[in-house]
């Protein structure tokens, strides 16, 4: 068969089995995200284990800033070299079961970072973010193989949704079961390292039975340092071909550093800014699993109908509208009260503001790495989407040390706004993206290189 032959055989869909596999590793990962980032663990360390140090908590917030950047950090060092590894030797699902297991050991092990025992809390936090953060980059690089480019958004807007329906099972149960994230409680609270790793360990095993490894492995001879810095610095030189994805990895930069933000202070923001109560706490977490769901499984059907570009440009629009809101909460709540006579709370309100944050958070997501998908050679997909993660994690770094440094100075709810001006940027970038002709050039790639 020839090379021209070869790249325009049509893509099929993978078996529903095997996509569901996929899928479930965002089902099982969101136990990470959301109990040890979010929701749970990222409030413990910062009021708990650190603590209130002169009079706030801005020095705890700092050093939470401080450890997820260096994990960030180390994904921008080693993703796109571990990618270009894993596609040389078709070994992507090698590479996803060591982050896996790595990332179930080290939350485990939170379970011992009692109240004081700061160093030890950072090093567990940098260690398994990393681990998890690399896997997340591992599964995603599966994509392109799981079916043709037509399709690619609902099968990404498929996973992120079940991933915030893992989320929903896993941080239901502790919020019910652990309570809540202070001293008082933290004899049960510290279970929360445990129970992430086990649903984790438990919940993924589908991935690992039902996705599987495409590929022909190369010939071995070479160091896999050799192998790698010889493919990135290709790609690198290669990427002149591969314009319209480098100018969305760049918007992409500015987007995800925004979202890490959310990620990682939202809950932060709730029980600092806000001043929530636990049930309210619980019932923010609850409305933003179900309409980041929501927004993932329905965005995902829009763009492969009106396009993954504009979907996504559409997505950062709801993160400017949600910025905005959740800056004014407080200030809007007085309005309305002093205007009306009513005696509202900002936490009702902030309810409201979820439903915006939540559509925008896994709507965004999915559509980025579906655009990426679109615009990676099935040969290259595992190094591309190393870049993808490698773009997603200097955002981390970028975005999250902006933030921590900027509410050492001015204050959580001033330094928020930081986020709406990252979307804007992550707009105006991506308004250059042309996605026709960005998967045109996957294509022409395949043809010339047999893919």
Request: proline share 3%; net charge positive; charged share 15%.
């Amino acid at each position: 068969m020839s090379l021209t032959t070869m790249s325009a055989v049509p893509r099929q869909r993978a078996p529903r089995k095997e996509i569901l596999g996929w899928a479930m590793f965002d089902f099982a990962n969101q136990a990470y995200t959301l109990l040890i980032i979010t929701v749970v663990f990222g409030e413990l360390f910062t009021t708990v284990i650190v603590g209130e140090r002169g009079g706030d908590y801005r020095l705890a917030n700092f050093l939470w800033s401080l450890a997820l950047a260096v994990s960030y950090l180390l994904v921008v060092i080693t993703g796109p070299l571990c990618g270009a590894v894993m596609d040389y030797q078709a070994a992507k699902k090698r590479f996803l079961f060591a982050s896996y297991l790595a990332t179930v050991a080290t939350t485990a092990m939170l379970y011992f970072v009692a109240p004081g025992y700061v160093i030890l809390g950072l090093v567990l936090i940098v260690t398994s973010n990393y681990a998890y953060s690399m896997g997340e980059s591992f599964i995603a690089a599966f994509l392109p193989d799981l079916g043709p480019p037509e399709d690619l958004g609902k099968i990404s807007g498929f996973g992120w949704a079940l991933g915030y329906v893992g989320g929903l099972f896993a941080a239901g149960f502790t919020l019910v079961a652990l309570g809540e994230a202070t001293a008082e409680n933290f004899e049960r609270i510290r279970w929360v390292g445990p129970f992430a790793a086990g649903f984790f360990l438990i919940t993924a095993i589908p991935t690992f039975l039902w996705v599987r490894e495409r590929g022909t492995p190369q010939p071995p001879g070479r160091s896999y340092r050799e192998i790698a810095w010889q493919r990135v610095s290709t790609t690198l030189h290669e990427l002149r071909r591969f314009r319209d994805l480098g100018v969305f990895l760049v918007s992409l930069l500015f987007s995800m550093a925004g979202i890490y933000i959310i990620i990682a202070f939202a809950f932060i923001y709730g029980a600092q800014v806000i001043g929530w109560d636990e049930h309210i706490r619980n019932l923010m977490f609850i409305i933003v699993q179900i309409t980041a769901a929501t927004g993932a499984l329905g965005f995902g059907f829009l763009q492969d109908r009106i396009g993954t570009k504009v979907t996504y440009l559409l997505t950062l629009g709801l993160w400017v509208a949600a910025i905005i809101a959740i800056w004014a909460t407080p200030q809007v709540t007085d309005f309305f009260n002093a205007s009306l006579g009513l005696d509202w709370q900002a936490q009702h309100l902030f309810l409201v503001v979820g439903c915006l944050a939540g559509l925008s958070l896994g709507s965004s997501q999915s559509a980025s790495r579906a655009l990426v998908g679109l615009f990676s050679p099935r040969r290259k997909a595992a190094e591309f989407f190393g870049f993808w993660g490698l773009a997603n994690k200097l955002a981390g770094v970028v975005g999250i040390i902006a933030l921590g440094l900027l509410q050492s100075l001015v204050g959580l709810q001033a330094s928020i706004l930081l986020c709406a001006a990252l979307f804007l940027v992550a707009i105006l970038v991506c308004l250059f993206v042309d996605q026709a002709r960005g998967q045109q050039a996957a294509r022409d790639w395949e043809t010339r290189n047999g893919g």
